[in-house]
């Protein structure tokens, strides 16, 4: 298996626009995790999924940001409008069995910067 | 709910010298807890995992870590680091009761390993 798959690895956008982010997860994993990370705040939980249903989005800084998972091997973190504030590494990560009692699967990461 | 602290945000270390990285979580009855390690522009990767049984749990890479409950503590160590350990190591924990679908990350310590 190639892993979690994320693209783009690097996008730099000027603010206003929107921002398009992918991820293809490990086949047969039934979480997928979309994570921040930046010097500021850490790696922090944005959404994630179990059987392509979301299941806790509480960490969605605002309206701006969306995430959809419409079948098991596809799922997108969209912003909208962007903004400088949301420069950061964005990681997905897939999961058998949910990182609770198991092992998360990451991605290399999608470094956004906005201009 | 549960927290995650690493009183360490950077440790130096000289190579083939040993390494302690500490991780502390905030008191509950049962919980799951785990190390990763982040290598410069890339994703995390599990290193070990505590789910049950031997509260000393050996990982890849001559990583080890103990869970002591009454100190509410999982700390890491190496008795003998390479350069090739520089990188950045989070501590995670799940309650096994409430949030066992997803892990809460630490705020990570840099090791750097000196020639």
């Known amino acids: 298996d190639a892993g979690v798959i994320q693209s783009p690895r690097h996008e730099v956008t000027e603010m206003g626009q929107e921002v398009t982010l992918r991820c293809k997860p490990i086949?047969?994993?039934?979480?997928l995790f979309w994570y921040r990370q930046t010097m500021m705040r850490g790696l922090e939980l944005l959404i994630y999924f179990n059987n392509n249903v979301p299941i806790d989005d509480s960490g969605m800084p605002e309206d701006r940001f969306s995430a959809k998972m419409p079948n098991a091997s596809f799922s997108t973190l969209k912003i909208q409008p962007s903004e400088p504030r949301d420069s950061a590494v964005y990681f997905c990560?897939?999961?058998?069995?949910?990182?609770?009692?198991?092992?998360?699967?990451f991605g290399q990461g999608t470094r956004l910067t906005v201009v | 709910a549960q927290s995650v602290t690493q009183l360490d945000s950077q440790v130096p270390v000289f190579e083939e010298a040993p390494v302690e990285l500490r991780c502390n979580y905030s008191?509950?009855?049962?919980?799951?807890l785990f190390w990763y390690v982040q290598y410069p522009n890339q994703g995390l990767q599990l290193l070990l995992k505590y789910l049950s049984g031997s509260t000393l749990v050996k990982g890849i890479n001559g990583f080890e870590a103990e869970f002591n409950k009454s100190q509410t503590s999982f700390h890491l160590r190496k008795p003998s680091v390479h350069i090739s350990d520089t990188a950045e190591y989070f501590c995670?924990?799940?309650?096994?009761?409430?949030?066992?679908?997803?892990?809460?990350f630490g705020p990570g310590t840099s090791l750097s390993v000196i020639p």
């Open positions: 008191s509950s009855v049962s919980v799951y």
């Open positions: 086949s047969g994993h039934d979480y």
């Open positions: 995670a924990v799940s309650d096994q009761k409430t949030s066992y679908d997803k892990v809460i």
């Open positions: 990560a897939s999961s058998p069995r949910g990182t609770g009692r198991g092992e998360a699967f």
